[in-house]
């Protein structure tokens, strides 16, 4: 798929990934707000409201009533968090007209957008502009029980604390669920706040995947019409969504517990960037602990039966590379010890086999090459890569991931600095 | 003899191929213009076919022994991976097992057919020695806490405990930590001969493929292998006879909670699937009310399709798991008396086929849609036809059939010392 990318002005950007291969199509609406304790938890608040109703579908049933009756055409709203910025997403996934049965005139598109048009520009408020407060005491409610929750999933749990520690004191730390506190605090003029920045001022991505008929492109066209009406003539705030990052003086080791069976270990490290091209940072990480033919895998796991998951993924945003695994804490030493002996061992050329890095380059082709083919895969790919200022284009990844040599894997091994130890352990026998 | 069928579905204008090879096997191709292909390879043989009769003779086998043996079919007698073949080629390769079934999959943009020889010839050599099984029980071990650990785990399988007592369907598809301890070589040579035959074994292939290529591959790796009797046992269940609630602890922040209700092994999956969406679906009263009086969130439903075992499934969040079960029980004995609502059997007939061409999107869901076909004896090609022809008669005798109190059961996951307080 080839992106057209259109530059509408008002700091609001137009692309479509053109395909008829599929049956659905996609519509995502991104906007870029600041990253803070506050816009958190009022992002996450308005993210719920507007699915609670609008001016014309005044309760969650309506709008469901609604999307169930343009064949289950479904529109979730989302408040992401970037390294240093958070992303209010409104995506659409819906059937593509072509396969609408005869007999059934709905224009799928079109229904669609009026929906998402009805919660930007008349939610569910009173004369007064004041937000239903039940409705806003109810979803408070469920967000700070989502908050609560996150100590229910032990992976997700340590990866949050591992996070936090590695990350103290920048944006990075922050929870994306938010904090008691700002939650609470939350008011219907906050939500306000925010809906108005967000519209008048944040700098809005418009994405159509699919069947891009002369109709679609019309509806998009007006869409977008729309969403430049309601700037106001206001000047785009510049948001950044990577921060700068410094390298760690000190290695961090954390060592925390739990009520489980199972303890999870993660292990951060810094990757400086200056020595090798990014493609050698991926290849690196395949061979490194990308892949179930990886260093990690076949020795951790598969040699020395350590555990059932030992894995590696690298940020190329935050030049940050994860190692998880879930083990019996007596036996973390041992998989520390392996982890640094692989990484010391790729530090060199020689120790890397021409099959070892061919079968690495063919896997990362092939998972670039997958994401070609799939619409929401591409879709998110390529929103998330834009928006963390990375290159979109897959087929440079290809041919840049094809040119890597064992040098420079090696190279990028040996600019591998740890900067964290985190254990979560459980209730085993230490 | 080799029987080639072309299958298809005018609804939305989609057809494959379907072979009965020689050996036995069940052959689909389905040709689509994707970059990405892929590839399933599967048997009929899971968690719940714990006891088995070859040739008359009966064995019984530790619980777990059919996710082992996936674990183990990666493992060559030259001590090669299977990992490592399909990465020469690019692939990315993995597998899986459930109740019901073993797949064996991988997805690549190049190599199609040397990978699917790769494919092929793993799942038709086992290797399983003393020292590579006692190996495997150190990951698998870890793997098995990993899953204790996570609440939604323990929610599920106690309820399918309420519901089905000590059937092989209530254990955990891995086994526990004690009944994987159990498992020799020879015990997994008896699993793999026993269903591991190519009459119960389907071939699901998606992408840019020719079908000639794919079927000199079967043919050279297949080749004619020999079939014998193979009898499962499935002990029987009574319907109408749930244990009602079940209750655990964890180290979590609000309770959960899960309602199962039993479903006749005879009734249609399509009308199932539509009776579940026209009445518990997000679009519907029973759902936005309990959110709107602030009793669920992260509200789930489906159907577990199993070879011996159908449950509807309710999964939540709720601070009142118990008053939400007496708002179901209250909720299907009205639909039982007064039928579905006409716009809502509308609404979850169009539900449904939006999601039968959902999966069309990708080679990866026509492969795998086409395998569930196989083991529930279906072909997914028709599936669009055959939600189409449900009627609001169906739903509705089917709501009259199964919605009884007395196959119904709850599961909760309470934190520590809640369960006190849910008594109020």
Not at chain 2, 315 to 332: A, C
Not at chain 2, 368 to 384: M, R, S, T
Request: charged share 25%; net charge negative; hydrophobic share 35%.
């Amino acid at each position: 798929m080839k992106v057209e990318k259109m530059n509408c002005g008002d700091g609001i950007e137009f692309s479509v990934l053109r395909t008829d291969k599929f049956k659905n199509d996609i519509l995502v609406v991104n906007f870029l707000m600041p990253k803070t304790e506050k816009n958190i938890a009022v992002g996450n608040l308005l993210s719920k409201m507007f699915l609670r109703g609008t001016e014309k579908h005044s309760t969650n049933l309506g709008i469901n009533r609604v999307l169930a009756g343009l064949y289950d055409a479904s529109v979730s709203v989302a408040h992401i968090a970037l390294p240093d910025a958070m992303c209010f997403r409104l995506s659409c996934n819906f059937v593509d007209d072509r396969f609408i049965p005869d007999g059934d005139r709905t224009s799928v598109l079109s229904g669609v957008i009026s929906m998402i048009k009805e919660m930007l520009e008349f939610p569910l408020t009173d004369e007064n502009g004041n937000w239903k407060e039940e409705y806003i005491q109810s979803e408070k409610s469920n967000l700070l029980d989502e908050l609560r929750a996150q100590k229910n999933n032990k992976d997700s749990f340590a990866l949050r604390r591992f996070s936090e520690i590695w990350h103290e004191g920048m944006s990075m730390a922050l929870n994306s669920g938010g904090t008691e506190d700002s939650i609470t605090e939350v008011t219907s003029a906050d939500l306000n706040g925010y809906l108005g920045e967000m519209k008048k001022t944040a700098p809005a991505d418009v994405v159509f995947a699919g069947n891009y008929t002369a109709f679609k492109e019309e509806k998009c066209l007006e869409f977008i019409k729309f969403l430049s009406g309601l700037r106001s003539g206001c000047k785009t705030n510049y948001i950044n969504a990577v921060p700068e990052i410094a390298a760690a003086e000190k290695l961090k080791e954390v060592r925390e517990k739990t009520d489980a069976k199972q303890s999870r270990m993660l292990l951060g490290y810094r990757i400086d960037k200056s020595g090798a091209s990014r493609y050698a940072r991926s290849v690196f990480c395949e061979i490194f602990g990308g892949s179930p033919t990886s260093r990690l895998f076949t020795n951790v796991r598969e040699r020395l039966s350590l555990c059932y998951y030992c894995s590696a993924t690298y940020s190329e945003s935050t030049g940050e590379l994860t190692v998880r695994s879930g083990l019996d804490a007596e036996n973390r030493d041992l998989a520390a010890d392996e982890i640094a002996r692989q990484l010391k061992l790729l530090a060199d050329a020689e120790n890397i086999s021409s099959g070892e890095l061919e079968a690495a380059k063919k896997g990362l082709v092939n998972m670039y090459k997958s994401i070609n083919d799939n619409v929401y895969a591409y879709s998110s790919w390529y929103l998330s890569s834009k928006l963390c200022g990375l290159d979109t284009d897959i087929d440079n990844y290809v041919s840049g991931v094809c040119e890597v040599t064992a040098e420079q894997v090696a190279v990028v091994a040996s600019a591998v600095k740890q900067e964290i130890s985190y254990i979560l352990v459980g209730n085993v026998k230490e | 003899m080799r029987q080639k069928q072309i299958i298809s579905s005018p609804l939305i204008g989609e057809e494959m191929i379907k072979i009965t090879h020689e050996s036995g096997l069940t052959v689909y191709i389905s040709k689509k213009d994707f970059g990405m292909s892929y590839a399933v390879f599967g048997t009929r043989y899971g968690s719940i076919e714990n006891t088995f009769t070859v040739d008359g003779e009966r064995t019984e086998v530790p619980h777990g022994i059919a996710h082992f043996l996936e674990h183990k079919m990666f493992e060559s007698e030259d001590g090669s991976d299977g990992f490592e073949k399909f990465g020469k080629y690019g692939a990315d390769a993995n597998a899986y097992t459930s109740f019901d079934r073993t797949a064996y999959i991988f997805s690549c943009t190049e190599n199609f057919y040397e990978s699917l020889e790769v494919l092929l010839r793993m799942v038709t050599t086992p290797h399983f020695t003393e020292k590579n099984v006692e190996k495997e029980k150190g990951i698998i071990r870890q793997e098995i806490k990993m899953c204790e650990d996570r609440t939604s785990y323990r929610r599920y399988y106690n309820l399918l405990k309420a519901l089905y007592g000590n059937l092989p369907i209530a254990i955990p598809v891995a086994g526990t930590v004690e009944s994987i301890g159990k498992i020799t070589p020879e015990l997994l040579y008896k699993c793999y001969n026993a269903f591991y035959r190519m009459s119960n074994m389907a071939l699901c292939v998606c992408g840019n493929l020719d079908e000639d290529s794919v079927m000199e591959i079967v043919d050279r790796v297949i080749g004619n292998r020999s079939v014998g009797t193979v009898l499962p046992e499935y002990p029987a269940d009574d319907l109408e006879a749930a244990s009602g609630f079940i209750s655990d602890e964890m180290d979590i922040s609000k309770p959960i909670g899960a309602i199962g209700l039993k479903i006749p092994l005879n009734v249609k999956n399509e009308v199932l699937d539509i009776l579940c969406n026209a009445v518990f679906g997000e679009s519907e009263e029973f759902y936005s009310s309990l959110y709107e009086k602030r009793m669920v969130n992260h509200y789930d439903i489906g159907c577990d399709c199993v070879r011996n075992a159908k449950t509807m499934i309710i999964e939540f969040d709720s601070d009142s798991p118990k008053k939400v079960y007496e708002g179901f029980l209250k909720h299907i004995e009205k639909i039982r008396i007064d039928g579905v609502d006409v716009e809502a059997f509308e609404r979850a007939k169009k539900t449904e086929y939006a999601e039968t061409l959902r999966k069309y999107d990708s080679s990866i869901s026509v492969a795998e849609a086409v395998f569930d076909g196989f083991i529930d004896g279906n072909d997914f090609i028709g599936l669009a036809e055959r939600y189409s022809a449900v009627t609001a008669d169906d739903v509705n005798q089917l709501a009259k059939q199964i919605f009884k109190k007395e196959s119904t059961a709850l599961s909760v996951v309470c934190p520590k010392g809640y369960i006190e307080a849910e008594k109020d």
